[in-house]
């Protein structure tokens, strides 16, 4: 009998609606934080990916109490 094996990949970047829902801000907040430079982009063709690593960069600070610039949300 053959067992199957399910394996959990975790992805190194994520599409912007996936990296919103990962830090649980707004698609408007993401790219204020992009804009601001908080957050740094993958450009491939067309499409935005946003590295694990930087979201989890972004979340380290502000658990430190470090300020995150924010003034591009309109």
Same mark, same amino acid.
């Given at each position: 009998m =053959? =067992?199957?094996?399910? +394996?959990?990949?975790? *992805? !190194?970047?994520?599409?912007? *609606?996936?990296?919103? @829902?990962?830090i #649980?801000v +707004?698609?408007? /907040? %993401?790219?204020? %934080? &992009? =804009?601001?430079?908080? &957050?740094n *982009? /993958?450009? &491939? #063709? =067309?499409?935005? %990916?946003? *590295? $694990? +690593?930087? %979201? &989890?960069r !972004?979340v $380290?600070r502000? @658990?430190r #109490?470090?300020?995150?610039r ?5």
């Amino acid at each position: 009998m =053959k =067992k199957t094996t399910v +394996s959990t990949v975790n *992805p !190194l970047t994520h599409q912007v *609606p996936e990296a919103c @829902q990962r830090i #649980g801000v +707004s698609r408007t /907040i %993401l790219y204020a %934080l &992009i =804009k601001e430079g908080e &957050i740094n *982009p /993958i450009k &491939i #063709g =067309k499409r935005t %990916l946003i *590295p $694990d +690593s930087e %979201l &989890i960069r !972004l979340v $380290d600070r502000m @658990q430190r #109490g470090e300020k995150v610039r924010l003034r591009a949300e309109a």
